[in-house]
């Protein structure tokens, strides 16, 4: 289970960090890149809610809340970013998408450094 939430948690990673790279090539004239960066913004939030799933089953299998919890937070944010992006309000899009990176790159550290064990009865229950 831990094994496939480090997968997701990185192809994650991965598809994000090319939307700046998008986004800066639409800025610098670039017009296509508009269109990929929109089809990157659903490739992120797909991936993202498949993440959510993951970490449902790691919080139902190995009882581990935490990457459910930060899952949630980081998608919660995607979300609002996403929306904010097909408003055209770029004064949320942009600082939001920043910080969305940020978060999701503290994750899959965070993923890949503590270990995802199924935690012992006794402390489940402390």
């Known amino acids: 289970m831990g094994w496939v ?38 490739v992120v939030t ?11 089953v790691v919080w139902i299998g190995l009882r581990q809340v935490w990457p459910f919890l930060a899952t949630m937070a980081v998608v919660t944010a995607e979300t609002v970013q996403y929306v904010a992006g097909l408003d055209g309000a770029l004064w949320l899009h942009i600082p939001l998408g920043v910080m969305t990176i940020v978060a999701l790159v503290v994750l899959f550290i965070a993923v890949w450094r503590r270990p995802l064990l199924r935690r012992p009865r006794e402390a489940r229950d402390a």
């Open 5 to 42: 939430l480090r997968a997701v948690a990185s192809a994650h990673v991965v598809a994000i960090v090319g939307q700046p790279v998008f986004a800066g090539a639409y800025l610098t004239g670039d017009f296509d890149s508009l269109r990929w960066h929109a089809v990157g913004a659903d």
């Open 46 to 56: 797909s991936i993202g809610y498949l993440q959510v799933i993951v970490a449902i």
